[in-house]
């Protein structure tokens, strides 16, 4: 129970976080159901810029705020897992490159569809909702999967002389879920974007895909930034 528990100490941080937007999240969705009209001063709208900010802390509905909220939960524990085997201060800075490329994601999303909008002319419409961050949460993770499998197969010598087998469990533990995590979510937003993306009537998808998109590449950036700090370091894998 120690080990684990240890192994998990460089992600308190990023529960941390994620457990205050969730509260944050909470708090704002019963205000709004108790005074309704005050949803309208939160949403994003092409009248309302502002929203690109509060909008994903806003929910309408009880099942699309704890939906939002399960999957940033699953994708944060599927990012510790294919992250598990860094080092302490990596494994730090790490969760704040999910946490902050998350919801940079989703405020990127929601710019960018405000301006879409002004452009287009359209009107009478408003969103809301933590769905492009919890995408942006996607594409940091699809962005750590790859960072890990060509960084984790450069330290391939260390399985073959590691005689007690102390290093290798946690390299083809790393390698192998880095690997299922980027072949699923690669083909879940190529072969099955409809699905993936929920691509249907009333709901703004667009953001779904921009918060991917801004998730992934913003993470690659930090991740590469990472590696000039690892480079210093041991960090095997």
């Not at 990596?90 to 490159?97: A, E, P, V």
């Not at 933590?130 to 010598?157: D, K």
């Not at 190529?190 to 779904?208: C, D, K, P, R, S």
């Amino acid at each position: 129970m120690e080990a684990g528990t240890e192994s998990l100490a460089g992600f308190r941080l990023m529960g941390w976080a994620l457990a205050a937007f969730f509260a944050v999240n909470l708090a704002i969705f019963g205000i709004v159901s108790a005074y309704h009209p005050l949803l309208n001063a939160l949403v994003l709208s092409p009248d309302h810029p502002s929203g690109i900010l509060t909008a994903t802390f806003t929910h309408s509905d009880v099942s699309h705020l704890f939906g939002n909220m399960a999957v940033l939960v699953i994708l944060g524990l599927f990012f510790v897992g294919v992250n598990m085997s860094a080092d302490l201060e990596t494994k730090k800075r790490l969760g704040k490159i999910f946490v902050l490329g998350s919801f940079l994601a989703g405020v990127a999303a929601s710019a960018v569809q405000l301006v879409i909008w002004r452009f287009s002319g359209v009107s009478g419409i408003q969103a809301c909702g933590a769905s492009g961050m919890v995408y942006g949460a996607a594409g940091v993770l699809l962005a750590s999967a790859f960072y890990n499998i060509p960084r984790c197969f450069s330290n391939i010598r260390l399985i073959l002389d590691d005689r007690l087998g102390a290093a290798s469990p946690n390299i083809f533990y790393t390698i192998s879920f880095s690997m299922c995590v980027a072949i699923l979510f690669t083909y879940l937003a190529v072969f099955e974007t409809n699905a993936f993306f929920y691509i249907q009537t009333g709901v703004i998808w667009l953001a779904h895909e921009l918060g991917f998109v801004f998730g992934f590449l913003a993470s690659v950036l930090l991740f590469l930034a990472l590696r000039k700090k690892a480079a210093k370091k041991s960090w095997t894998c």
